[in-house]
């Protein structure tokens, strides 16, 4: 199959598509081509990748054995684990802090009797009541509104938006009322709400059920917004996100609720602030949240056999960065890569970078390369939604050409 | 009830008991008069409560003098403006005193209430004082919200005052939120959400509405019906403007605003009803003398006519002064010398908001977010603008 590359800015993008081995995914082998689609819009071949990579090519470099299954890669704890999938995690955090304090109540379409759309509220209606697990109707901007109303009196409301998109309805809501009550009220009063919902690219969803808005929401002051990528991270925030006075937006992922890793019995609670450290290095500061973590460990294999030694973070805290992990990090690697699937323009990648080029400026030794999502709606056809986010073979080739 | 004469100022004024105290008992007493509304209650779905209200004559008189002081620190607001003490929007509530002081002779402090942005009447009678409110006003460090929130943002929490809001009708999901918390807590409060005519039509109203009827939450719904919503005409603006109906399934109440017993009586009976059978719809039909806004003339929209024609008929302090001196309750010159007082009160906390500090720069980043968790990295409430790595 002769793919048609065209070159320039302004180009089309040919179809050709990438094999890659990701288990989850049942997509028919395909012919192995690669096509690189920079961060500036232009195409550019990349069957001719070289193999200049000079004084970089690391002998040491050994593909750390905690990365070769894809689910999961946390700290070893010691002590007793159980297995479960990410939205059971979900919901062990919501149960427990549900049982710890009776303030804990959860609103949204569907989340008590059906259990939840992506059961992650499934037998909690049962357990506390109609009150505290609450079917709203279809109307985000009011129960948003009621949530926030509720958090003010003292209730800490979990509000479940069924798709992070819907939120956009509720969005007089979140900007105005929960952002910046705290402010305009000088401080009476706090709004410990937490907005939760699955936002990203799924399954040729359509345009309007893929959408990654952290983009829209990192401008609003007073909020503070995490992704979760693991079963243990999802759960370590959902209970950190409870637990805080300020207001927290989750963003989870659908294709991620089905992740199985084992997680300690005991009670933890991660750091709403801090970004997670996925395997260390020292060539490359790979930073990225949500589900491209995954897609960044399988580049990472590839470019680990190729000599590289990439440092993989992922940044989990997306409104405050955590510029004291992801700093340390440039001050060692010298060059930073972005990988996200969240929009090209304005968004979370384009905040970092300007951030880390604000505060790292004389570390790097390279621009900041960032790869995210194109500036498109997502199509439906499954070879095209492929396009639209960022694939392993990109990441890779981005790198390799970022270590020059 | 007489909680207005007592936060309004640190000076404690006692001419009224001295008054009351020459002239005997009977006058400042709490033996009940009765007292007819000026129109009868409208019904949706509902009987309307009986227009005979009890009220007595230390309560007619605590109205006029917490109306007054309304009127009064609305009043200098305006003069503020013009002196550009006060910037941005002023939304001033003179003409509609009746609406907050009758709900506040209703209800206690456990009960909520949220409003739009013309809240600083409601704010005093909430439990504010006219220091808090003046240095809001001109932005000073003593204001009620530190001066960060400015006139559409005022808020008393031990009060019970939810705000103080600027985006029209968005604050009427949040009161239905406010009611939730009450019967999640089972506290026998209610939460009373206060919008306008032009808020009415506003798409969050039904579906708060829908959500507060669906699980019976003691939210009572007060459309404060001014006729404008900004420069716009209710007819212009409203294909049914009966706005006390609009609830459909939920009972509705209309009630003339310029009434303060009138309103006393509804919210009464509102509460009772909301606590018990979940929501209903106030329609309080009242009148704004000044514009939509200190940026708006008020007279594009509307004939001076008809501004005068409804300062003498319906004004809801000369009603009260009407009622007090056919009742014999005070004179007229005693009544003179409390409006005096109350002008000489909010002078004395003008002059006091003026002198009272800016705030300090610092100022700009606290309460951005609450600290809570513990665990602290750098984080966007810092002072410090750039990191520096150890």
Same mark, same amino acid.
């Given at each position: 199959?002769?793919?048609?590359?065209?070159?320039?800015?302004?180009?089309?993008?040919?179809?050709?598509?990438? #094999?890659?081995?990701?288990?989850? !995914?049942?997509?028919?082998?395909?012919?192995?081509?690669?096509?690189?689609?920079?961060?500036?819009?232009?195409?550019?071949?990349?069957? #001719?990748?070289?193999? #200049?990579?000079?004084?970089?090519?690391?002998?040491?470099?050994?593909?750390?054995?905690?990365?070769?299954?894809?689910?999961?890669?946390?700290?070893?704890?010691?002590?007793? !684990?159980?297995?479960?999938?990410?939205?059971?995690? +979900?919901?062990?955090?919501?149960?427990?802090?549900?049982?710890?304090?009776?303030?804990?109540?959860?609103?949204?379409?569907?989340?008590?009797?059906?259990?939840?759309?992506?059961?992650?509220?499934?037998?909690?209606?049962?357990?506390?009541?109609?009150?505290?697990?609450?079917?709203?109707?279809?109307?985000?901007?009011?129960?948003?509104?009621?949530?926030?109303?509720?958090?003010?009196?003292?209730?800490?409301?979990?509000?479940?938006?069924?798709?992070?998109?819907?939120? +956009?309805?509720?969005?007089?809501?979140?900007?105005?009322?929960?952002?910046?009550?705290?402010?305009?009220?000088?401080?009476?009063?706090?709004?410990?709400?937490?907005?939760?919902?699955?936002?990203?690219?799924?399954?040729?969803?359509?345009?309007?059920?893929?959408? !990654? +808005?952290?983009?829209?929401?990192?401008?609003?002051?007073?909020?503070?917004?995490?992704?979760?990528?693991?079963?243990?991270?999802?759960?370590? +925030?959902?209970?950190?996100?409870?637990?805080?006075?300020?207001?927290?937006?989750?963003?989870?992922? &659908?294709?991620?609720?089905?992740?199985?890793?084992?997680?300690?019995?005991?009670?933890?609670?991660?750091?709403?602030?801090?970004?997670?450290?996925?395997?260390?290095?020292?060539?490359?500061?790979?930073?990225?949240?949500?589900?491209?973590?995954?897609?960044?460990?399988?580049?990472?294999?590839?470019?680990?056999?190729?000599?590289?030694?990439?440092? &993989?973070?992922?940044? !989990?805290?997306?409104?405050?960065?955590?510029?004291?992990?992801?700093?340390?990090?440039?001050?060692? *690697?010298?060059?930073?890569?972005? &990988?996200?699937?969240?929009?090209?323009?304005?968004?979370?990648?384009?905040?970092?970078?300007?951030?880390?080029?604000?505060?790292?400026?004389?570390?790097?030794?390279?621009?900041?390369?960032?790869?995210?999502?194109?500036?498109?709606? *997502?199509?439906?056809?499954?070879?095209?939604?492929?396009?639209?986010?960022?694939?392993?073979?990109?990441?890779?080739?981005?790198?390799?050409?970022?270590?020059? | 009830?007489?909680?207005?004469?007592?936060?309004?100022?640190?000076?404690?004024?006692?001419?009224?008991?001295?008054?009351?105290?020459?002239?005997?008992?009977?006058?400042?007493?709490?033996?009940?008069?009765?007292?007819?509304?000026?129109?009868?209650?409208?019904?949706?779905?509902?009987?309307?409560?009986?227009?005979?209200?009890?009220?007595?004559?230390?309560?007619?008189?605590?109205?006029?003098?917490?109306?007054?002081?309304?009127?009064?620190?609305?009043?200098?607001?305006?003069?503020?403006?013009?002196?550009?003490?006060?910037?941005?929007?002023?939304?001033?509530?003179?003409?509609?005193?009746?609406?907050?002081? @009758?709900?506040?002779?209703?209800?206690?402090?456990?009960?909520?209430?949220?409003?739009?942005?013309?809240?600083?009447?409601?704010?005093?009678?909430?439990?504010?004082?006219?220091?808090?409110?003046?240095?809001?006003?001109?932005?000073?460090?003593?204001?009620?919200?530190? @001066?960060?929130?400015?006139?559409?943002?005022?808020?008393?929490?031990?009060?019970?005052?939810?705000?103080?809001?600027?985006?029209? @009708?968005?604050?009427?999901?949040?009161?239905?939120?406010?009611?939730?918390?009450?019967?999640?807590?089972?506290?026998?409060?209610?939460?009373?959400?206060?919008?306008?005519?032009?808020?009415?039509?506003?798409?969050?109203?039904?579906?708060?509405?829908?959500?507060?009827?669906?699980?019976?939450?003691?939210?009572?719904?007060?459309?404060?019906?001014?006729?404008?919503?900004?420069?716009?005409?209710?007819?212009?603006?409203?294909?049914?403007?009966?706005?006390?109906?609009?609830?459909?399934?939920?009972?509705?109440?209309?009630?003339?605003?310029?009434?303060?017993?009138?309103?006393?009586?509804?919210?009464?009976?509102?509460?009772?009803?909301?606590? %018990?059978?979940?929501?209903?719809?106030?329609?309080?039909?009242?009148?704004?003398?000044?514009?939509?806004?200190?940026?708006?003339?008020?007279?594009?929209?509307?004939?001076?006519?008809? /501004?005068? @024609?409804?300062?003498?008929?319906?004004?809801?302090?000369?009603?009260?002064?009407?009622?007090?001196?056919?009742?014999? /309750?005070?004179?007229?010159?005693?009544?003179?010398?409390?409006?005096?007082?109350?002008?000489?009160?909010?002078?004395?906390?003008?002059?006091?908001?003026?002198?009272?500090?800016?705030?300090?720069?610092?100022?700009?980043?606290?309460?951005?977010?609450? %600290?809570?968790?513990?665990?602290?990295?750098?984080?966007?409430?810092?002072?410090?603008?750039?990191?520096?790595?150890?």
């Amino acid at each position: 199959m002769a793919a048609t590359i065209l070159h320039g800015v302004g180009a089309t993008t040919a179809l050709s598509s990438i #094999n890659y081995n990701n288990s989850r !995914r049942s997509l028919p082998e395909r012919k192995r081509t690669s096509l690189v689609i920079q961060c500036d819009g232009s195409l550019s071949s990349g069957l #001719n990748i070289s193999n #200049n990579r000079g004084a970089k090519l690391s002998t040491n470099a050994v593909a750390q054995t905690k990365q070769e299954n894809v689910t999961a890669s946390t700290t070893s704890k010691p002590g007793l !684990r159980h297995e479960l999938l990410l939205f059971e995690a +979900l919901r062990e955090g919501l149960e427990e802090e549900m049982e710890r304090d009776p303030h804990v109540c959860v609103m949204g379409e569907d989340v008590g009797h059906y259990g939840g759309s992506y059961k992650v509220t499934k037998g909690l209606a049962d357990k506390y009541g109609d009150l505290r697990v609450l079917d709203t109707p279809i109307a985000e901007n009011s129960f948003t509104g009621m949530g926030i109303g509720a958090a003010m009196t003292g209730l800490r409301p979990i509000v479940e938006g069924m798709n992070m998109g819907f939120l +956009l309805l509720a969005f007089n809501q979140i900007s105005n009322n929960c952002g910046m009550l705290h402010y305009t009220s000088g401080g009476q009063f706090k709004i410990p709400i937490v907005i939760r919902g699955p936002g990203g690219v799924g399954r040729q969803l359509g345009a309007e059920h893929s959408q !990654r +808005l952290e983009s829209y929401f990192q401008s609003i002051p007073g909020i503070q917004m995490v992704a979760c990528s693991t079963p243990y991270n999802a759960k370590g +925030l959902m209970k950190a996100a409870i637990r805080s006075d300020n207001p927290v937006i989750l963003f989870e992922h &659908v294709l991620l609720y089905n992740l199985k890793e084992r997680i300690p019995d005991e009670e933890y609670v991660l750091s709403l602030e801090e970004a997670e450290m996925v395997r260390p290095g020292k060539h490359v500061t790979v930073l990225t949240y949500s589900r491209m973590r995954y897609h960044v460990m399988q580049a990472a294999k590839t470019l680990v056999n190729k000599g590289y030694d990439p440092e &993989v973070i992922d940044i !989990r805290s997306l409104k405050p960065f955590d510029l004291h992990t992801i700093g340390n990090s440039v001050k060692k *690697t010298h060059h930073v890569l972005i &990988v996200e699937e969240c929009m090209r323009t304005g968004g979370i990648g384009a905040s970092l970078t300007a951030s880390i080029n604000e505060h790292f400026h004389d570390y790097l030794d390279a621009p900041i390369v960032c790869l995210s999502s194109q500036d498109v709606p *997502t199509p439906y056809a499954g070879a095209l939604e492929e396009w639209t986010v960022v694939q392993p073979a990109q990441i890779v080739a981005a790198v390799e050409q970022l270590c020059q | 009830m007489a909680q207005l004469t007592h936060r309004a100022s640190a000076l404690h004024k006692s001419i009224p008991a001295v008054l009351f105290a020459a002239r005997g008992l009977a006058t400042a007493s709490t033996s009940p008069i009765t007292v007819e509304t000026s129109l009868p209650f409208t019904g949706h779905k509902i009987d309307p409560p009986s227009r005979s209200v009890e009220t007595s004559s230390q309560e007619l008189l605590t109205f006029f003098r917490d109306m007054a002081l309304m009127r009064r620190m609305e009043i200098a607001a305006d003069s503020l403006y013009k002196a550009k003490l006060i910037r941005g929007f002023c939304h001033l509530y003179d003409g509609q005193e009746a609406v907050c002081v @009758g709900m506040e002779a209703a209800i206690n402090k456990k009960d909520c209430i949220i409003t739009a942005y013309r809240d600083h009447c409601i704010f005093l009678g909430r439990g504010g004082t006219l220091l808090e409110a003046f240095a809001e006003l001109m932005g000073r460090k003593s204001g009620c919200s530190k @001066g960060k929130g400015g006139s559409m943002h005022f808020y008393k929490k031990e009060g019970g005052f939810y705000g103080g809001h600027g985006i029209v @009708g968005a604050q009427v999901p949040l009161g239905c939120g406010l009611a939730f918390a009450q019967k999640y807590s089972k506290d026998e409060s209610v939460t009373f959400a206060m919008y306008g005519d032009g808020a009415a039509n506003q798409g969050q109203l039904f579906e708060a509405l829908n959500m507060a009827a669906l699980w019976d939450l003691p939210a009572i719904l007060v459309c404060e019906n001014n006729h404008y919503g900004m420069g716009t005409a209710e007819w212009r603006a409203a294909k049914s403007p009966a706005y006390y109906k609009r609830g459909d399934y939920v009972p509705g109440l209309k009630v003339d605003g310029m009434d303060v017993l009138a309103v006393k009586q509804a919210c009464k009976f509102a509460k009772e009803h909301a606590l %018990k059978n979940g929501p209903i719809i106030l329609e309080m039909d009242t009148y704004r003398y000044h514009g939509h806004s200190m940026s708006d003339p008020g007279s594009t929209y509307r004939t001076r006519d008809e /501004i005068s @024609g409804v300062r003498q008929e319906r004004d809801p302090i000369e009603r009260v002064r009407k009622l007090i001196l056919t009742h014999d /309750i005070a004179t007229e010159k005693e009544l003179k010398d409390t409006e005096k007082e109350v002008r000489k009160e909010v002078d004395e906390a003008i002059a006091q908001a003026k002198e009272s500090p800016m705030p300090d720069p610092s100022e700009l980043f606290t309460n951005v977010y609450v %600290k809570g968790l513990g665990t602290e990295s750098f984080g966007a409430d810092r002072k410090e603008l750039r990191t520096v790595l150890p």
